[in-house]
C-alpha cells in the first residue's frame, strides 16, 4: 500500500492510495469517521430563558456547534483517570449570558480554556427582543461520531481511479488538521484490525493448548490405567499361584491320607 498526497493543508488533504480494494478503501473512509474524536457541547445548564426558542432547541443548536480540539491535552471521557465523571482533563466549561435585544452568535460562548472555542463566531442560536435574556452554563467533551453526529470531525469521499488505485478528499469541520485527521484514523485502523487478528487468531491458538493438554491428560490417564492392570494381572497371578499351591498341597495331603488308609488293612491281614 502507497499513500501519496496531492493537497495537505489545515482544512482540506487529497491523496491517492494505491494497492487497496474497495473494501479496504471503504475501511479507510468509515475510519476517518469515527476514529477521530473531537469536541462538543454535551451538558448543559439553562438558568433563564425568555427567548422565543424552546430548552431542547437551543441546546440541539450548541450541541452541533463545531469546536476547535485540544487532543494533547484533552482525552476522552472513557480513558480519563476521572473514570468519567469529568474533571480538567476530559471537560471544557463554557458560560453564555446575553440580554435582548439581539442575535446569539457561537461567538457569545465564552470558554474558559482559550484553546476550546466555537470554530465559526458567527453562527446564530437565536434572536431575542427587548426584555428577553439567556443564560446558561455548558460543558463540552471530546467524543466519537459512533455515539453522535455531533462528534464528527471532518467530510469524506472517495473513488477508483484505477484497478487498485483510489482516490481520496478530506475536509475538516476546521477543528482539527486534515492531516492529524487521516494520521488518527489509520492508527485507529491499525490497532482495530490488530485487534481483531488477535480475535480471530488467539480463540485457535488457545484451543489448540488446551488441546495438547486433553491429549497429555488422556495419555497419563491411559498409562495409570495400563499400570493399574498390570498391577490387578499379577495380584490376579499371584492369587492364582497361590490358589494352585493350595489345592496341589490338599491333593497331596488326601493323596496321603488315602495311602495311609490302604496301608492299614494290609497290616490287619498279615497280624491274622
Do not use: W
Not at 2 to 24: E, M
Not at 164 to 184: A, G, K, L, R, W
Amino acid at each position: 500500500m502507497k499513500v501519496q498526497y496531492t493537497k495537505k493543508d489545515d482544512k482540506k488533504a487529497k491523496f491517492t492510495v494505491t494497492g487497496i480494494d474497495f473494501v479496504f478503501a471503504n475501511a479507510i473512509r468509515r475510519a476517518i469517521l469515527t476514529y477521530v474524536p473531537s469536541m462538543a457541547v454535551e451538558k448543559i445548564t439553562l438558568y433563564e430563558n425568555t427567548s422565543p426558542l424552546y430548552e431542547e432547541m437551543i441546546a440541539q443548536r450548541i450541541g452541533l456547534i463545531p469546536l476547535t480540539t485540544d487532543l494533547k491535552t484533552y482525552t476522552l471521557p472513557s480513558e480519563c483517570k476521572c473514570n468519567g465523571e469529568g474533571c480538567a482533563r476530559c471537560q471544557a466549561t463554557f458560560i453564555l449570558e446575553k440580554t435582548g435585544p439581539c442575535t446569539v452568535y457561537s461567538g457569545d460562548m465564552k470558554s474558559r480554556d482559550p484553546k476550546i472555542k466555537p470554530v465559526f463566531d458567527k453562527i446564530p442560536i437565536t434572536k431575542m427582543r427587548d426584555g428577553q435574556a439567556i443564560k446558561m452554563e455548558m460543558v463540552a467533551r471530546l467524543g466519537l461520531m459512533t455515539e453522535h453526529a455531533k462528534f464528527q470531525s471532518s467530510l469524506v469521499s472517495y473513488k477508483q481511479v484505477g484497478d487498485d488505485e483510489f482516490y481520496f478528499i478530506v475536509e475538516s469541520y476546521n477543528n482539527i488538521p486534515t492531516h492529524e485527521i487521516v494520521e488518527i484514523a489509520l492508527d485507529g485502523l491499525e490497532k482495530n484490525i490488530a485487534e481483531l487478528e488477535h480475535a480471530f487468531l488467539n480463540p485457535v491458538k488457545e484451543r489448540t493448548k488446551k488441546a495438547k493438554k486433553v491429549i497429555v491428560k488422556v495419555e497419563a490417564a491411559a498409562k495409570e490405567e495400563a499400570k493399574a492392570e498390570k498391577a490387578e494381572a499379577k495380584e490376579e497371578k499371584k492369587k492364582g499361584d497361590a490358589k494352585e499351591e493350595k489345592a496341589e498341597k490338599k491333593a497331596k495331603k488326601e493323596k496321603a491320607e488315602a495311602k495311609e488308609k490302604t496301608a492299614k488293612p494290609k497290616k490287619a491281614a498279615k497280624k491274622e
